[in-house]
């Protein structure tokens, strides 16, 4: 059976046929890394670029997402039994005193549809509550996002705080919201900034391909 | 022309008003930080925030005030359990079990009792005959009205008696917003697809609430009502979803709000990515666009806004609020409020940050944005 069918399935936000037709590749033998790299992850990068591209739209987006997610249910146990790693961990949430989570959830979205292990710590995350996950899980990016103007300077604490700890060049920061700019992100010392979800999955890579895992 | 008077020629466009008008929406923080009043009480207090809104009406020299809150219960105080001040945040638990935290610079927000974020309600479970009017800054958060309290008209009503010679204008959220609010965006989105006929059957109900919400507005003295679009710019949703779920429903409210008062003025606030869809909201029968973000917070170049909406149609905005108002000097400030004025006046238009002035947003630049106005060479 050709991965093109699932990889449609996901583009178009099918969640019911992503799950049919991913059950059947498992059934035909297929090997779960591969449905996996062939299918599901390029369905959500077309998915992102385009949204980036605004071909398409949130709805589409979170749409897509389930369907990822449907199929997901299915692999991630045989992935879990066939050891396959992920592309490596990542912490993200909105930073404290923000509640607003969209543009977060949708770079979390984006980054599982890359491979990435995502450790959403939610929104009105504390600045020390990023760098426990990232300690905790491995993970050598923290992701921030904030809405307000009244909460970015939150990331500034985040970062001021990996320094202190002394994870500075472990753990690397990129920072994203709607207000938030590529020289706010170099005012308060963030590793990197992206203006949208696509950017956000093609500079994790770029920080990850340097330094993996914490 | 006293304020009123330009702010009225401004937005009924050919009219020309004297000079370009100047109002700029302020953030709520922005209040809390400026005004020396107890953040909680402009809150929570008609009369407070209506002192609020005229204290920094004043100072700034705005043409115009935007009543961007509910009037508020009059006994309000008597709903407190009890009241704290911790880490520089006044916490109110209300005799109901929700908790509101009140920062100091940014909107309060309402937890439930156990101190959680609140559960939207599931699409399933919701009765389209339940829906009037979504409240998403009520004193107890997001809240479903089935009618609207007397009070709920107060601080309009007591800026339009101390501010006479001032535009005075109220707020309206629209359909769209509603339900976004009630659901949460995730939910509201994926809707759009999963059930698009009960989306329409609530945004149907929701008309009649924002509709009798605005007629009520102007018969308490406003001069415009601003609907609050926050959600329909591309950031959001395709120029097809803002067609079946944005433009009827709005144009609706429009319509009902001008059957009762056929010269009132109705204008639509949408943030972000506009640039795209002008057609579509002009479609609405809307007076007005407001903010029209420039890159990178948005994507409208202001003359080309001009050139495609027709020539009754006034526009706000397009200061960048972020990149000149907050982190920009006054210089910036004035310099950039003059171009827009040379692009985009003498009529049909109101000289604004697109979107709110932020919390942070030093004085002394709103200032500098105000003072170009009065400056312009469009000045008469």
Redesign the interface.
């Known amino acids: 059976m050709s991965f093109d069918k699932l990889r449609f399935a996901i583009q178009d936000g099918d969640a019911a046929a992503a799950k049919t037709l991913t059950s059947a590749l498992v059934d035909s033998g297929s090997v779960p890394a591969e449905i996996l790299n062939q299918a599901m992850l390029p369905g959500m990068s077309v998915v992102g670029a385009r949204f980036r591209d605004r071909e398409i739209f949130l709805p589409d987006v979170l749409l897509a997402a389930r369907a990822m997610k449907a199929a997901m249910a299915v692999l991630e146990p045989l992935l879990l039994r066939d050891r396959v790693p992920s592309a490596g961990a990542i912490v993200l949430g909105t930073v404290r005193g923000d509640l607003h989570d969209i543009g977060k959830n949708l770079v979390s979205v984006m980054l599982q549809g890359a491979g990435y292990r995502v450790v959403d710590l939610g929104s009105d995350v504390e600045p020390d509550a990023f760098i426990d996950a990232a300690v905790d899980e491995g993970a050598s990016v923290i992701g921030m996002s904030a809405l307000l103007t009244t909460t970015m300077t939150e990331m500034a604490a985040v970062v001021g705080r990996i320094r202190e700890r002394e994870l500075h060049g472990r753990v690397r920061t990129i920072v994203g919201g709607a207000a938030v700019s590529e020289a706010f992100a170099c005012e308060i010392g963030a590793d990197a900034y992206a203006s949208d979800a696509m950017t956000a999955v093609d500079r994790v890579k770029a920080m990850m391909a340097a330094n993996p895992s914490i | 022309m006293n304020s009123r008077e330009r702010m009225d020629a401004a937005m009924r466009p050919p009219q020309q008003p004297n000079r370009v008008p100047v109002m700029c929406q302020l953030a709520l923080?922005h209040y809390f930080l400026n005004t020396g009043l107890p953040a909680a009480e402009i809150w929570h207090d008609s009369e407070m925030f209506a002192g609020a809104l005229l204290l920094l009406q004043r100072r700034y020299g705005f043409d115009g005030i935007l009543v961007n809150l509910p009037g508020r219960d009059p006994d309000w105080r008597d709903a407190i359990a009890d009241i704290e001040e911790r880490e520089g945040r006044t916490r109110i638990r209300w005799r109901e079990g929700p908790v509101t935290v009140v920062?100091p610079?940014?909107n309060p927000?309402v937890l439930g009792a156990d101190g959680r974020?609140r559960r939207p309600p599931a699409l399933a479970d919701l009765h389209p005959q339940q829906l009037f009017y979504i409240e998403p800054h009520d004193r107890l958060g997001v809240v479903m009205l089935a009618d609207f309290p007397d009070w709920q008209f107060d601080t309009l009503s007591r800026v339009r008696a101390l501010a006479p010679d001032v535009s005075v204008h109220g707020e309206i959220f629209s359909p769209f917003s509603q339900l976004i609010e009630l659901l949460g965006?995730?939910q509201a989105?994926?809707a759009?697809?999963d059930d698009p006929r009960k989306v329409k059957a609530c945004l149907e109900r929701l008309v009649e609430g924002a509709a009798t919400l605005g007629a009520e507005l102007i018969r308490a003295g406003a001069d415009a009502v601003l609907i609050s679009s926050a959600y329909a710019g591309?950031?959001?949703?395709?120029r097809g979803?803002y067609e079946e779920f944005v433009l009827p429903f709005e144009s609706r409210v429009i319509e009902k709000i001008k059957a009762d008062a056929p010269s009132a003025i109705v204008y639509t606030h949408t943030c972000?990515?506009i640039g795209?869809r002008f057609d579509l909201m002009e479609a609405t029968g809307t007076n007005g666009v407001d903010t029209l973000d420039p890159p990178?917070?948005g994507t409208v170049d202001l003359a080309d806004a001009r050139r495609r909406l027709s020539k009754h149609v006034f526009i706000k905005g397009n200061i960048d609020p972020?990149?000149t108002a907050?982190?920009g000097t006054p210089e910036d400030c004035h310099r950039e409020a003059l171009e827009r004025i040379a692009i985009a006046g003498p009529r049909g238009y109101i000289l604004s940050t697109a979107c709110s002035v932020?919390?942070?947003t030093p004085p002394d630049n709103v200032e500098a944005i105000a003072r170009a106005a009065t400056e312009s060479p469009c000045a008469v």
């Not at chain 2, 591309?234 to 395709?238: E, M, T, V």
Request: proline content about 13%; cysteine-free; overall charge neutral.
């Open positions: 923080g920062p610079d940014d927000r974020k965006p995730a989105m994926l759009l697809a591309a950031g959001f949703i395709s979803h972000g990515a795209d990178p917070l972020v990149n907050l982190r932020s919390p942070h």
